[in-house]
């Protein structure tokens, strides 16, 4: 009877472990799917500074600091949405740290200030930060700057996607957003500019994350490729100031480099982004 009683014993234990553990799996998914359709944003406090989402401990302080030029070391701030942030990749290095990396890497003295991503970020609360003491301070100990930012906009974290089960949007419907948001953008890399006159901007262009669904590969590829048309536009009237292509890197590599929430990049992703921003340095 001993066992018969172990082996029924063993068998509970399995069939509790395999259902917490598909569970668990069930809630990342539903919490990695809410990132996207519900992002929440954050604001940004003050504190310490370094490589977290803060704005620097010398809030009150914005006196320009001088930084090197990118041939005697890079300097990094980062700003904007989810991507900026990292958010999809099991590291938790993002395109941002493995920049600095690839860098280091490479013999060059790079070193990340900060970096101020933050979920569910768009452009009005990016717009809004920059009049902030303490975000100025930190912009100005860069002298490259990496912004990510308008996807939350444009898609308005899915709701602009519609109901696929019904009709397709048309990339007309998905760039309702686009003038006021390409107005916001605008003054943020006017303001940035001015905040930091000296600083390389980077600006990283949006990818189709929803090009292998049959509704919405033609209509979003469209409407990715105006949005970034449109920015480019703007980069164009600017000095120091580069857009980073992504839209290739994912057009046909979608599988192995978005991760399993469908919108992020996953760790690879992110290393082609990082690569890209890398030779653009070169």
Do not use: C
């Amino acid at each position: 009877m001993k066992p018969n009683s172990s082996s029924a014993s063993i068998w509970r234990i399995t069939s509790i472990a395999s259902i917490v553990a598909t569970l668990l799996l069930i809630g990342g998914f539903v919490y990695a799917i809410n990132d996207v359709i519900n992002p929440v944003g954050s604001t940004y406090t003050s504190g310490s500074s370094g490589q977290d989402n803060t704005a620097g401990s010398s809030a009150t302080d914005t006196t320009q600091t001088t930084v090197p030029s990118l041939a005697k070391g890079v300097r990094i701030v980062a700003l904007g949405d989810s991507l900026a942030k990292g958010t999809g990749d099991d590291a938790g290095s993002g395109f941002v740290r493995r920049t600095v990396s690839l860098l280091q890497q490479q013999g060059t003295d790079a070193k990340l200030v900060a970096n101020l991503g933050i979920n569910g970020q768009k452009t009005t609360a990016i717009l809004s930060s920059l009049d902030q003491a303490g975000v100025q301070h930190t912009l100005k100990q860069a002298n490259l700057i990496m912004l990510s930012i308008g996807a939350n906009d444009l898609f308005n974290g899915g709701e602009a996607l519609g109901n696929l089960e019904q009709e397709a949007p048309s990339a007309t419907q998905l760039l309702k957003a686009e003038p006021e948001t390409a107005v916001r953008l605008q003054k943020i890399l006017t303001k940035i500019a001015e905040i930091n006159p000296d600083a390389q901007i980077l600006y990283l262009g949006l990818y189709n994350p929803f090009g292998d669904l049959k509704e919405l590969r033609v209509p979003a590829n469209e409407a990715v490729t105006a949005w970034n048309t449109s920015v480019m536009g703007m980069i164009n009237e600017q000095q120091h100031m580069m857009l980073i292509p992504t839209f290739d890197l994912f057009q046909n590599n979608l599988s192995r480099y978005l991760s399993s929430d469908h919108f992020h990049p996953n760790g690879d992703g992110y290393e082609q982004i990082a690569t890209r921003i890398v030779q653009s340095l070169q």
